[in-house]
C-alpha cells in the first residue's frame, strides 16, 4: 500500500472541490462520452477544482472474455479492431489530458486487472505514461490532503482510496462493503466506485484529544456512480443488458472543502 501527499494554499473564505471520477468504462456502447466530456469540462474551468481516479477507465472486454459481445461494442472500437485495448487507452487520454495535471491520485480496477491476467498488458501504467501521471497508488493508498494558510498548516484530510470488491444488486450491499471500510483503515474520508451506485453519506465520531478533551471528527463515505448507462437504443447492450443489471444513477461525486472553516460539503 503507497500513500501520497498534497499541499494547497488557501484563503479565509476559499472552497476546493475534489472531484471523485470512477467507472467510466469508455470502450463500452452504453457509456454517456457527453457526461465525461462535461466533467473534464468543469474540472479544467475551475482553478479550484481537482481529481481522483478510482478505475475502471476503460471496458476493455475483447475476444477473450466471456462477457464478449459485439453489440456492446461502440463503432470507433468496431474500427479499430482487433486493438480494443489500445483504441481505448488513446480515447480514455484524449479526453483526460485537459485536467492531467489536476489528478492527485489513481488506483487500478478491476477491469484494468482482468486485461493484465487476460494479455500481460499493465493498461494501468500505459494510460499513466500517456498523460504523464505519476500520483498513482496501485490497488490502494492513502492521500493527504494539507491546507496551508500563511505559513501554517490549518487542516489536513486523509483520504483513502480503493476501486472497490463487493458485488450484489442492491443499494444495501454497497453501502454495508463502504462503511465497513472503516474497521479497518483509518481516514477521513473513504472513496470507491465498482458497484456503479451513487452513494455518499458523512458520520460523525468522537474521541479524545492529547491533552483529554472530548472533540468530534467528521468522516465522509463515498461511492461513486458510473458513466455507463448499462443499456442502448439497440437489439443488445451487452453483459449489463444480458444479467439484467439495475440502471443506476450516473458521474462523479464532488466533496468540497472550505479549510478555515472545516467546512465540508458533498455534491452528487
Same mark, same amino acid.
Given at each position: 500500500?503507497? &500513500? ?8 479565509? &473564505? ?45 471496458? #476493455? $472486454? =475483447? ?15 468496431? =474500427? ?11 480515447? #480514455? ?7 492531467? =495535471? ?12 482482468? $486485461?493484465? @491476467? ?16 505519476? =500520483? ?5 493508498? #492513502? ?12 487542516? +489536513? ?15 444495501? +450491499? &454497497?453501502?454495508?462493503?463502504?462503511? +465497513? ?23 460523525? @465520531?468522537?474521541?479524545?484529544? &492529547? ?25 443488445? +447492450? ?31
Amino acid at each position: 500500500m503507497l &500513500s501520497l501527499e498534497k499541499e494547497f494554499n488557501v484563503g479565509r &473564505s476559499d472552497w476546493l472541490k475534489f472531484v471523485f471520477i470512477g467507472d467510466t468504462h469508455i470502450g463500452n456502447i452504453t457509456t454517456d462520452e457527453n457526461l465525461i466530456a462535461r466533467c473534464v469540462d468543469r474540472i479544467k474551468q475551475d482553478p479550484d477544482a481537482y481529481w481522483f481516479d478510482l478505475g475502471d477507465r476503460c471496458d #476493455y $472486454i =475483447n475476444t477473450k472474455d466471456k462477457r464478449f459481445d459485439l453489440g456492446s461494442l461502440p463503432k470507433w472500437v468496431l =474500427n479499430s479492431f482487433p486493438d480494443i485495448v489500445g483504441a481505448c487507452n488513446y480515447r #480514455y487520454a484524449d479526453f483526460f489530458s485537459p485536467i492531467a =495535471n489536476k489528478c492527485l491520485a489513481t488506483v487500478r480496477g478491476n477491469h484494468e486487472d482482468t $486485461i493484465l @491476467q487476460m494479455q500481460e498488458r499493465d493498461v494501468y501504467t500505459d494510460i499513466n505514461r500517456l498523460l504523464g501521471i505519476k =500520483n498513482n497508488l496501485g490497488l490502494c493508498g #492513502y492521500t493527504r490532503l494539507k491546507f496551508r494558510r500563511a505559513g501554517k498548516v490549518v487542516w +489536513s484530510l486523509d483520504v483513502f482510496l480503493h476501486h472497490g470488491a463487493v458485488s450484489g444488486k442492491s443499494a444495501g +450491499s &454497497s453501502l454495508n462493503f463502504l462503511s +465497513s471500510i472503516s474497521d479497518g483503515f483509518d481516514a477521513d474520508v473513504y472513496a470507491i466506485g465498482h458497484t456503479h451506485k451513487k452513494i455518499a453519506y458523512s458520520n460523525r @465520531q468522537y474521541y479524545l484529544d &492529547s491533552v483529554g478533551r472530548v472533540q468530534e471528527q467528521e468522516r465522509i463515505y463515498i461511492n461513486t456512480g458510473s458513466f455507463m448507462a448499462g443499456y442502448a437504443e439497440t437489439e443488445n +447492450s451487452g453483459y449489463a443488458e444480458k444479467r439484467l443489471l439495475y440502471p443506476q444513477s450516473m458521474g462523479p461525486v464532488e466533496l468540497w472543502v472550505c479549510p478555515d472553516k472545516r467546512d465540508l460539503k458533498i455534491f452528487m
